[in-house]
């Protein structure tokens, strides 16, 4: 045990954690396993149709992972099995439903006796998710978290892992503060929920009456998600719904303690349980990825645009400072906001990412399928969308035109040749569209309050045991020797 302060609080608590299966709350389990494995109880909400298939869930996509293997090797696989049969608890359910669609009414009950913290990472991440998905998952789900919180007995403290891009396309400092409910980002509007909702209804009537397709359901539910988010000044789906649901959890909390956690763009572990450990392909993974293999070949951002950029580890360590500063009441019971940022601690431009990909993929090139070596060369970073456009209509439309009527002449002799450009150049716009708020954002978030929490955590001499201080980085050894290793060991 590095803290006995730690272990002190955490020792014998019940915590209940959804989302589980998440790449967040994967690492938050494996961490509290580590270091306090005499707490008492984990609940995991595990998505899944009843408790057989929750704890096969579990146990395939949760404690099979490479991320256990540093607790499996200190206490052996023994021992790790019979801590997690002793200490975990899979629960099959769903956050969009009330009481998760629980059916057992004995292990429901159980709950509501015994929880103390509450931690919801549960979300859909999409940025161009279905509109009534990501509102029953990111904003309904929000709330049965906290009508489930009303129902416990115990309850001291609900943290509530949102996105600090709820503040939209930002220009300044922003600030660490709530929202209110009914505000809308474009000051021109009036954000009514339950209005979201019946649009949600009445287009779903729509499309059903029209006889579509699944698939043209999920385009046109997709589209409204962009449309309505824009309309009250949010740039995509992920972000409005986001702020929908902290908006109704601040509304709503009466006088439960809730926190809310606002991560950046969420990177590989920079630490624990070892350096470099990513699952999926996360916002700037997508341009790593697409540039590494050679499908594209350019970078976003004014050259002196911060991208900010954490850890996933720092994010849990952050989850858990939280829970023991509110738990030993060192802050009022009153809501709390938290910026896990960089971009004022420790700033990372766009253009040191662009020399960092361009310096490791050219040491470190990646070989496909076929043995063959992709070279790439020195992205071209484009400061906006105007100039990125302008970019593909210079260079790459013509020679798709050239290349589609070479196919027309030849009996499609550059049949391939066409069909891998326009792919390059779909994705390339794709990635674009989605991916400029972040990656063209022209602010930085204010960590005051986040500030004030790692000098609680100092203060109780445990800043080590969890570090989330971005001051600690050094971006260029941080990309180059462990996360472009990371993500091209477990996601290319």
């Not at 549960?122 to 709330?143: H, P, Q, S």
């Not at 030849?410 to 989605?434: G, H, P, V």
């Amino acid at each position: 045990m590095e803290s006995s302060k730690i272990q002190q609080f955490l020792e014998g608590k019940i915590i209940f954690i959804t989302g589980a299966t998440g790449f967040l709350a994967k690492i938050l389990v494996e961490k509290i396993l580590r270091v306090q494995p005499n707490v008492k109880k984990l609940y995991l909400l595990v998505r899944a149709s009843d408790t057989k298939s929750a704890k096969k869930r579990f146990y395939e996509e949760i404690m099979q992972t490479e991320l256990f293997k540093v607790l499996r090797e200190k206490i052996g696989a023994k021992n790790l099995n019979s801590l997690v049969e002793e200490k975990v608890f899979p629960v099959a359910g769903d956050i969009s439903f009330e009481d998760f669609g629980i059916e057992n009414s004995e292990i429901k009950d159980e709950m509501f006796k015994e929880i103390e913290i509450i931690i919801n990472s549960a979300a859909t991440t999409r940025f161009d998710e279905r509109y009534d998905i990501a509102m029953n998952i990111n904003v309904l789900g929000a709330v049965n978290v906290l009508k489930f919180a009303k129902r416990c007995e115990k309850v001291k403290i609900i943290v509530h892992v949102s996105t600090a891009y709820v503040c939209g396309e930002g220009e300044g400092v922003i600030p660490e503060k709530s929202f209110i409910l009914g505000e809308t980002l474009n000051k021109n509007s009036y954000l009514d929920i339950d209005v979201e909702r019946k649009v949600i209804e009445d287009k779903l009537k729509e499309l059903e009456a029209q006889k579509l397709t699944s698939k043209e359901v999920t385009i046109a539910m997709k589209d409204l998600g962009i449309q309505r988010a824009t309309l009250h000044g949010w740039p995509n789906t992920y972000s409005f719904t986001k702020a929908m649901g902290e908006m109704l959890l601040g509304h709503l909390k009466e006088n439960l303690q809730l926190v809310i956690i606002r991560p950046t763009i969420i990177t590989s572990t920079y630490k624990e349980p070892f350096p470099g450990w990513i699952e999926g392909v996360k916002t700037v993974d997508s341009f790593i990825l697409g540039y590494g293999k050679g499908i594209l070949n350019f970078c976003f951002g004014d050259p002196n645009t911060k991208i900010d950029a954490i850890p996933g580890d720092m994010v849990v360590n952050s989850i858990l400072a939280a829970i023991i500063a509110h738990g030993n009441q060192y802050y009022s019971s009153q809501e709390s906001i938290y910026h896990i940022s960089s971009s004022e601690k420790n700033p990372l431009k766009s253009c040191d990412i662009q020399l960092f990909l361009f310096h490791y993929f050219t040491k470190n090139p990646w070989i496909n399928k076929d043995g063959n070596i992709i070279k790439v060369g020195m992205p071209p970073l484009f400061s906006s969308m105007d100039s990125f456009q302008n970019y593909i209509s210079t260079y790459y439309w013509p020679l798709l035109k050239i290349l589609e009527l070479a196919n027309l002449l030849s009996w499609q002799r550059f049949d391939k040749t066409y069909k891998n450009l326009k792919r390059k150049i779909d994705m390339a716009i794709r990635l674009a569209e989605l991916y400029k708020p972040y990656l063209l954002f022209h602010g930085s978030f204010d960590d005051v309050n986040t500030e004030r929490l790692r000098m609680a955590m100092k203060d109780c001499n445990i800043e080590d045991v969890l570090s989330f201080d971005p001051r600690c980085i050094k971006w260029e050894d941080y990309f180059m020797n462990t996360h472009f290793p990371g993500a091209v060991k477990r996601i290319f």
